[in-house]
């Protein structure tokens, strides 16, 4: 008998999780994987270019939702999945990460009764000013497989009183990161960057809570221009950031470069590459660590302590200040060794993942 699943992604990071359990499943018999992306991300640096690079082909469908208001875009996801699930049986629909599409598709799904199984479930931020958080939440409690990256995910889920079906399938983000990679000429990437191997600083910032404050958002740029002073600073800008230097009149201090989302090989070849990371990026924090990467996490909280306790992150906390003397005493260090390997980040994961799917769609 075969399987049909229907896979959703919608957002950058959604693509990276995803696209080694769809190849996994592609390769057993029997099994029928259809791909459905919602398009919360929508321009080609932040979406299209993923599917490509990450081989996982054309949709089979494409929502076209856009952007808009957290109740709009939740809407739209739930509607159009719902119209497909309406057209196409699915045995199982998996959703990946924490963004309103992973919340609406697994919704969607559980109200029509079709099993849901969430990537990345378990983590927990404990932070509910976060929609990501609110949107982790609301998907644990209507999945029926829970794949979690780390121990302290399946710990979690065992906390909120959720044990079955949770299963340890480690990190598929690390997968595409170590596939990715293997295949990018780091040299060229670097090249066309203008930046020498362990002479620079990599930067994202895109979370609401420092990019929707004007005056916070000034005067970390002003702290990266400091950094600028010592090293570059590279600043692949996501869109809304970007959008809210320009209302609030903020310009990139010298020796900051200010640029577009990078295509996601040339982005984790620097990332392998810095000499430092600055993020509140979720994703960033498990990339660096599974590279050996120093990275300084600009947030409060995290809702991946493994990266802390096993790899190379570090909270700075939202203080500007805090964030200065953390960076400048990093570039005053040698490099740190590199940490062990977290467990299961070990390029498997796919694999790993698919078939929990699958040994759950035969009980
Ligand atoms: N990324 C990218 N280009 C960039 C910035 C990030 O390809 O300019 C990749 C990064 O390597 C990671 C993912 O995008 O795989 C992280 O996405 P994001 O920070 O938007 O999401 P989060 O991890 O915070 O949910």
Known sequence: MSSRILAVVGARPNFVKMAPITEALAAHDGVSVRLLNTGQHYDRALAGSFLERLGMGDPDRDLGVGSGSHAEQTAAVMEGVEADLGEHHADLVLVAGDVNSTMAAALAAAKLNVAVGHVESGLRSGDWSMPEEVNR???????????????????????????????????????????????????????????????????????PALVDDPARLGEVLAVLGEL?????????????????????????????????????????????????????????????????????????NTERPVTVELGTNTLVGVDPAALCEAALAALATEP??????????????????????????RR
């Open 336 to 361: 740190p060794e590199s940490p062990p390997a977290i467990p299961l980040w070990d390029g498997g994961a796919g694999a790993r993942a698919a078939a929990a799917a699958l040994s759950f769609l």
């Open 228 to 300: 600028a002073a010592r090293l570059p600073v590279l600043f692949p800008a996501h869109p809304r950031t970007v959008a809210r230097l320009a209302e609030a009149g903020i310009e990139a201090p010298e020796g900051v470069r200010l640029a577009e989302p990078l295509e996601y090989a040339d982005f984790i070849a620097l990332e392998a590459e810095a000499r430092l990371v600055i993020t509140d990026s979720g994703g960033l924090q498990e990339e660096t660590s599974a590279l050996g990467v120093p990275c300084l996490t600009y947030r409060d």
């Open 137 to 207: 939440v609301v998907t644990d409690r209507v999945s029926d497989l829970l794949l979690c990256t780390s121990a302290d995910a399946v710990e979690n889920l065992a906390a909120e009183g959720i044990t079955e079906v949770v299963e340890l399938v480690g990190n598929t983000m690390i997968d595409s990161l170590f596939r990715i990679l293997e295949a990018t000429d780091r040299a060229a990437v670097l090249s066309a960057q203008d930046v020498e191997a362990g002479r620079f600083v990599l930067v994202t910032l895109h979370r």
